[in-house]
T-cell receptor, first 111, second 116 residues
């Protein structure tokens, strides 16, 4: 499984765009990039998943450069409720495989 | 969407007692469920993979006789912490994969175990 590296923490203010970058230099051809969000004392929640270029859904965008050695989760106009830990995971899409969580990025949104 | 529940959400027990945690997939069948443990300010660590109708596969360092896993049906997996000790106090989270969304795993809300 490809190892991921993320910033330990980030601070932002309400209304700002937040970009969290994840490095995964050893990503394999069949690996996808998935981001999860976790609030305190809750299970992780799926945010977005992609393989290359750009993916957008109702909550976030995921930018993946051509070499796929990194990815950036973009949260537009964050609010206080976006304060959470964000995990970047890399691996094959196969529901029977467990997920390997890295250290995650603790995002603190201030008013 | 796919929903996974856990019960109880919080449990406090005395040292030496056993605690059972249930993980249910409410609206889908899950042939595979996973159990994770998370200590404060740390990431999730996989404990074991639970397959319906077969023995669980434990990660290195996880005692299978202490953490008993049973996956008797396609919608229920249980984790029993036997003879719990204070160092077993943690946040236990299960997840399940759904055929509805290949590659996406759905996590339960977690169970906070406190052993006195």
């Amino acid at each position: 499984l490809a190892k991921t590296t993320q910033p330990i923490s980030m601070d932002s203010y309400e209304g700002q765009e937040v970009n969290i970058t994840c490095s995964h230099n050893n990503i394999a051809t069949n690996d996808y990039i998935t981001w999860y969000q976790q609030f305190p004392s809750q299970g992780p929640r799926f945010i977005i998943q992609g393989y290359k270029t750009k993916v957008t859904n109702e909550v976030a965008s995921l930018f993946i450069p051509a070499d796929r050695k990194s990815s950036t989760l973009s949260l537009p106009r964050v609010s206080l409720s976006d304060t959470a830990v964000y995990y970047c995971l890399v691996g094959e899409i196969e529901g029977r495989r467990a997920l390997t969580f890295g250290s995650g990025t603790r995002l603190q949104v201030q008013p | 969407g796919a929903v996974v529940s856990q019960h109880p959400s919080r449990v406090i027990c005395k040292s030496g007692t056993s605690v059972k945690i249930e993980c249910r997939s409410l609206d889908f069948q899950a042939t595979t469920m996973f159990w994770y443990r998370q200590f404060p300010k740390q990431s999730l660590m996989l404990m074991a993979t639970s397959n319906e109708g077969s023995k669980a596969t434990y990660e290195q360092g996880v005692e299978k006789d202490k953490f008993l896993i049973n996956h008797a049906s396609l919608t229920l997996s249980t984790l029993t912490v036997t003879s719990a000790h204070p160092e077993d106090s943690s946040f236990y989270i299960c997840s399940a994969s759904s055929s509805l969304a290949a590659g996406e795993q759905f996590f339960g809300p977690g169970t906070r175990l406190t052993v006195l």
